[in-house]
């Protein structure tokens, strides 16, 4: 006996069950409308058709969506300095980012973190290592609405980067690794008068600029290749997942395939992105990106990424509500079908990441699941269950 159109008991037949029903359910390759049943952390029964058990939940027609899988975000750091020189403490700014992701529907969350200073903010190494601290402390207490892993953002460049990587690469919750180089003139930066206008804003002028940008320069050509090196060997075998970041060319691109490194996080050339592609590798855009309809750094336009077939997953970046609305808009706009944009926020990212009891409905999986309504072609987030919990 289920809990779906058929002679049924008025009450479930387990008292730990959650029965959703009459919700637009999305599958990775298709929409309709049906009920969902949760017992315990697990997805039990996905059918069509509505409950007549009273205790089930009408969802009103509403999409019921898997939980977003979020592999880049930095919102931790947003929630640690939330005001210029208003540092917040640690361990409260992890909880508000917590719920700040789990409301906005992501319940599997990779906090982005700094391992490595270029000498511009050297929070950033502060705020890394004591997320670690937060994370191990909160980490499996069900005191966290989401899942929480680690994504170990290593800056290539910089001095300090393999011997802060060394006490946390082979932490529990590590699951990406990726290979920053966020020096001027390359990547993210390679318009260095953007460089120089950013650094402008934060109060750096003139000569003393200047001697910043040749600083930092020769400090990429002494360190980049040997560092990269040392932490390619150091990660190879571990249960890590590897991404480069802002590829620019067709050679960063083959470097980093000939490196077995295959997922490519936000591409910041076409160029880039279609050589990943050709190659097999895993494209990451930004969803905020998508949702400003344009990169806020000059770089390509996640639109025409979409558009283009080479994207393979979006990632919040710096804003945890971008990634039900990126997903939603790719069907808007671009003229995806449903089913496809948000496997680009829950299936492929799962997948990417090596999770696979999560980022699809279907029994057995985990019971991460999302509720959204469309207001017009906005969608809202209703309500969400992470592991079978009601947690927004």
Same mark, same amino acid.
């Given at each position: ?23 637009? $359910? ?16 697990? $997805? ?63 319940? &599997? ?90 650094? /402008? ?26 560092? /990269?090196?040392?932490?390619?060997? /150091? ?33 910041? &050339? ?74 680009? $926020? &829950? ?12 980022? /699809? ?32």
């Amino acid at each position: 006996m289920t809990a779906f159109d058929r002679p049924l008991p008025m009450r479930a037949e387990h008292p730990h069950e959650t029965v959703l029903t009459n919700a637009r $359910i999305v599958l990775p390759d298709d929409v309709f409308l049906g009920s969902v049943v949760m017992e315990g952390a697990r $997805i039990t029964e996905v059918q069509p058709g509505r409950s007549v058990l009273s205790a089930a939940t009408d969802c009103e027609g509403d999409y019921l969506l898997p939980g977003a899988v979020d592999l880049h975000t930095d919102n931790l750091e947003r929630q640690v300095l939330p005001r210029a020189n208003a540092r917040w403490p640690s361990r409260s700014a992890l909880l508000a980012h917590d719920a700040q992701v789990a409301a906005a529907g992501v319940t &599997t969350v990779c906090d982005a973190l700094c391992v490595g200073d270029q000498g511009f903010d050297k929070d950033r190494v502060r705020t890394f290592q004591e997320a670690v601290v937060d994370l191990d402390d909160l980490a499996g207490t069900g005191l966290l609405k989401a899942e929480h892993f680690l994504h170990l953002r290593c800056e290539l460049p910089a001095p300090d980067m393999l011997a802060l990587l060394e006490p946390v690469v082979e932490h529990r919750l590590a699951r990406v690794v990726s290979l920053m180089d966020h020096s001027p003139g390359v990547g993210q930066y390679a318009d260095l008068e953007r460089y120089r206008a950013l650094r /402008r804003r934060e109060g750096l002028n003139g000569p003393e600029l200047e001697r910043r940008i040749l600083e930092l320069q020769e400090q990429r050509a002494r360190l980049r290749a040997p560092n /990269r090196r040392t932490l390619l060997d /150091r990660v190879a075998g571990l249960p890590v997942v590897l991404a480069s970041h802002d590829d620019e060319t067709e050679a960063d691109v083959a470097q980093n395939h000939e490196d077995n490194i295959r997922i490519a996080e936000f591409p910041v &050339t076409m160029l880039a992105a279609r050589a990943a592609k050709v190659r097999g590798m895993d494209v990451i855009a930004g969803a905020p990106n998508l949702v400003r309809g344009g990169s806020h750094s000059g770089n390509v336009a996640a639109l025409d990424l979409v558009r283009e077939g080479v994207v393979g997953a979006f990632a919040s970046d710096y804003v945890p509500a971008s990634l039900i609305e990126a997903a939603f808009l790719s069907a808007i706009s671009v003229g995806l079908p449903l089913a496809r944009a948000v496997a680009l $926020i &829950t299936l492929n990212p799962a997948r990417m990441a090596g999770l696979d009891d999560r980022g /699809r409905i279907e029994r057995g999986m985990r019971a991460d699941l999302v509720r959204v309504h469309l207001h017009g072609s906005a969608p809202v987030v209703r309500e969400v269950w992470c592991a079978g919990g009601r947690v927004a």
